[in-house]
């Protein structure tokens, strides 16, 4: 059964019990509708207790059910039967109370929450909006400019934000269905309160005040539109009677749902779910996680090591030398504050992380690690030294792994006396923002080394993509592709200005030339000079970024790269390069022609595919859906277009 109903003297209590998360199937649709059929039955009663089985009140739809027509009955009828009843309905909310499941507590006439519930309308995440009413009784509830904020940005907030809010009316630190039937046992002496739909919306900011509000969400969605959707349903709530904001509300969220971004964003959703699984690691039992080693506290280490932190775990940092190691420390201790300063941890949970950090200058210091982490130079020998002395001094059942970008994990793991204790987890800047984590799998790693790979992805709750061992993986293998067919384009006469404006056009926060500039020309460089005796001769090469990088224009550090920062500090275009890249052309013979946006981002589409089925060719991405699960979580790639990959087999 989906939903059950027991009583307790006058209260009965309405238990939601659809592991894992009590979504609102079918099942438990009709469950709730059959509850409040029964409870205007039951002979004597004082109030009704929601709650949900298993840790969490309701995370929301079934997004399984997303593709099919809805099926009877439709949630907003439940919920308005909920809301309609005689006895006041009490919201008992503890794990999760989101989207559906959130317009299900909004339905009640009471909300408490437990202290670690999280509470939010993530449904733009999916490309739609609440479709059950949230969008009328939320700015019914809280204000108009907080209600919008939270739908519009589908951010989660905490049981006590949702306090602050107004929108639960106790936190419970003990225990939940105690607190919630101590209330029933007060609220039902009074008379029912007004549901949400019948009230007048809270007094929001000024008109334009919301007109700004909408103007940033909308440029924030970056050509998403369920954002913008939001933003007008929310202004016909507050503007119209509750029925036509409901009916407004429902009309937007069926054809969000049928609607081309809403595919997008299901498929990429249900990608990610898999995008992690490593056939060989499974059944294996991860080893427990308590301690990470991090050698070199560089930008990566020095990330790696506050996202360790920042879920509980202890850190112990290795650097080259005092200097190093203080210069690492510190990068550490500045960010941990920042993320204080953000709300991210509280006090004590700051204080706990500083303790939980340790300095080293010898790998002796890893005799405790269970887990080791490298981020030293890219440099081939430099990993195979750290390597070979790290299997020396880390305890026989650690997992070492190397965070290199582009080089042969399988030949780091030649360098220890155990390849099978040997992995690369492959995080992107800034590592304790950035969603994306590429666990390679490297020949010899033992099952269960990759499972505590795994382990550490998901308690660091990153998006997990698993790649094969290859030059660059997956991500790096698909931008290195990309950016060459992009140096074709301006070779062949497009500017950086205007290939980067096809791809903030597209979608993507910044264009593949600013993007260089800001992480810096010469790493590319250095890799272009290492690698020239082996480039074959017939292979086109273009040699402008190399020009750049000789007259000292090395990106945004140097105020030059493809753009000039001396006048803004965004970059504007600037003549000197232009006059460059028509030179090459020139050298090359090439008559250079314009070409529009909409080619531009053909050309680029097309060289992320043919690499994207060559990786599946090739054995280093499970799927497909994996090379777009990466180019979405670590290269910005729009997530509501799916990922190249889906836009290929969509076109
Ligand atoms: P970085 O130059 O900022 O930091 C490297 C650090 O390693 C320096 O602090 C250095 O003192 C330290 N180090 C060097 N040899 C050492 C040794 N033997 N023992 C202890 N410490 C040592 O470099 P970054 O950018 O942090 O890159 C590190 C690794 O992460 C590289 O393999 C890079 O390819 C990879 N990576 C870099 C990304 C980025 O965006 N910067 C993204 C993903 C991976």
Request: aromatic letters at 6%; charged letters at 25%.
């Amino acid at each position: 059964m989906s939903v059950f109903v027991e009583f307790h003297g006058e209260i009965a209590v309405v238990t939601l019990d659809n592991p894992p998360v009590n979504a609102l199937g079918q099942a438990v649709r009709q469950g709730l509708l059959d509850a409040v059929n029964q409870i205007a039955q039951a002979p004597r009663l004082s109030a009704v207790v929601l709650r949900g089985k298993g840790g969490s009140f309701c995370a929301g739809a079934d997004v399984r059910e997303f593709d099919a027509d809805p099926t009877l009955p439709f949630l907003p009828d439940v919920l308005n039967a909920i809301e309609g009843s005689s006895y006041p309905w009490i919201a008992a909310i503890d794990g999760f109370a989101l989207g559906g499941g959130l317009e299900l507590a909004l339905a009640c006439h009471y909300r408490i929450a437990h202290h670690g519930a999280t509470i939010g309308f993530p449904e733009v995440k999916l490309g739609v909006i609440p479709g059950a009413g949230g969008t009328v009784r939320l700015p019914r509830l809280i204000p108009a400019d907080r209600a919008l904020a939270m739908i519009a940005e589908g951010d989660m907030i905490s049981a006590h934000e949702a306090y602050a809010s107004g929108i639960v009316s106790e936190v419970v630190v003990g225990d939940l269905i105690n607190a919630a039937f101590n209330l029933a046992e007060k609220v039902c002496e009074h008379a029912l309160p007004i549901p949400l739909s019948q009230r007048d919306p809270v007094e929001a900011g000024t008109p334009v005040a919301l007109k700004l509000q909408k103007d940033r969400i909308r440029r924030r969605a970056r050509g998403q539109i369920a954002p913008a959707v939001a933003a007008d349903v929310l202004e016909t709530s507050i503007s119209e009677a509750a029925d036509v904001a409901f009916q407004a509300e429902r009309a937007s969220f069926l054809k969000l749902k049928s609607g081309a971004q809403a595919a997008a964003l299901r498929h990429i959703f249900f990608a990610e779910r898999a995008s992690g699984r490593i056939a060989r690691a499974k059944g294996a039992k991860p080893r427990p996680l308590r301690h990470i080693g991090v050698v070199g506290g560089g930008t990566m280490g020095a990330g790696i090591a506050v996202a360790c932190l920042l879920s509980g775990l202890a850190v112990t940092l290795a650097e080259r030398d005092a200097d190093a190691l203080e210069a690492g420390l510190d990068r550490i201790s500045t960010e941990l504050h920042e993320a204080y300063r953000r709300g991210k941890l509280d006090r004590d949970s700051l204080q706990v992380a500083q303790e939980d950090l340790r300095g080293t200058t010898s790998f002796a210091g890893f005799a405790d690690c269970d887990l080791v982490i490298e981020a030293v130079f890219e440099d081939m020998d430099a990993k195979k030294q750290v390597f070979a002395e790290l299997d020396l001094h880390v305890r026989d059942d650690a997992v070492l792994a190397t965070n290199t970008s582009y080089l042969d994990v399988d030949e780091i793991a030649a360098a220890t006396q155990t390849p099978s204790r040997v992995i690369g987890l492959h995080f992107f800047s800034p590592a304790h923002i950035m969603k994306l984590l590429e666990v390679v799998v490297s020949e010899n790693a033992s099952a269960e080394v990759l499972a505590t790979g795994l382990s550490l992805g998901q308690r660091l709750k990153k998006t997990i993509a698993a790649s094969g061992v290859c030059e660059g993986f997956i991500g790096n293998r698909v931008m290195s592709a990309y950016r060459r067919e992009a140096d074709y384009l301006i070779e062949d006469g497009a500017l950086p200005e205007e290939v980067d404006k096809a791809m903030v056009d597209f979608g993507f926060p910044m264009g593949i030339f600013a993007m260089q500039d800001l992480a810096g020309l010469d790493i590319a460089w250095a890799m272009r000079r290492r690698r020239a005796a082996e480039r074959p001769e017939q292979e086109r090469y273009v040699a402008i970024a190399d020009r750049l990088c000789e007259a000292g224009r090395l990106g945004r550090k140097a105020g030059k790269g493809w753009y000039d920062y001396t006048v803004s500090k965004t970059g504007t275009p600037d003549p000197e390069v232009t006059k460059l890249i028509h030179a090459e052309s020139q050298q090359k013979g090439i008559h250079r022609r314009s070409f529009s946006s909409a080619e531009i981002m053909e050309r680029l589409l097309s060289a992320m595919q043919t690499e994207g089925l060559s990786l599946v060719e090739d054995g280093i991405a499970a799927s497909t859906n994996v090379v777009d699960v990466v180019m979405v979580n670590g290269y910005g790639f729009p997530r509501w277009r799916g990922g190249p990959m889906f836009m290929m087999v969509r076109s």
